[in-house]
């Protein structure tokens, strides 16, 4: 069974930063596209972020500049470093990725637990 388990949320301060952490685990062949997504209190989940298997990012406007999202492929893991945090960037954080995985190596998307950020201001 495949897993994604968030970490790192928590509560900061405007201007702090914070480092989230998303591993995969379970009968994995392999991992495609992988992404951050957010949630606010009474609004739509949206996409933050976005990395390919190879490295290819894309984010949403409004965290250019001062989030990035990274992976390590070999312990199947995916970051996003979060700097000048803002009161708007508070949300519940969803990881999200394509796997292939099981006996016949069928791709799904998975989605994590979600974890807590909370910009105080």
């Known amino acids: 069974q495949v897993r994604l388990v968030e970490s790192g949320g928590g509560l900061v301060q405007v201007g702090g930063s914070l480092r989230l952490s998303c591993a995969a685990s379970?009968?994995?062949?392999?991992?495609?596209?992988m992404g951050w997504y957010r949630q606010a209190p009474g609004k739509q989940r949206d996409l933050v972020a976005t990395i390919t298997s190879i490295g290819r990012t894309n984010y949403t406007d409004s965290v250019k500049g001062r989030f990035t999202i990274s992976r390590d492929n070999a312990k199947r893991t995916l970051y996003l470093q979060m700097n000048s945090l803002k009161p708007e960037d508070t949300a519940v954080y969803y990881c999200?990725?394509?796997?292939?995985?099981?006996?016949?190596?069928?791709?799904?998307?998975?989605w994590g637990q979600g974890t807590q950020v909370t910009v105080s201001s």
């Open positions: 379970g009968s994995i062949f392999s991992i495609s596209d």
């Open positions: 999200n990725a394509d796997i292939s995985a099981g006996r016949y190596r069928g791709t799904y998307n998975y």
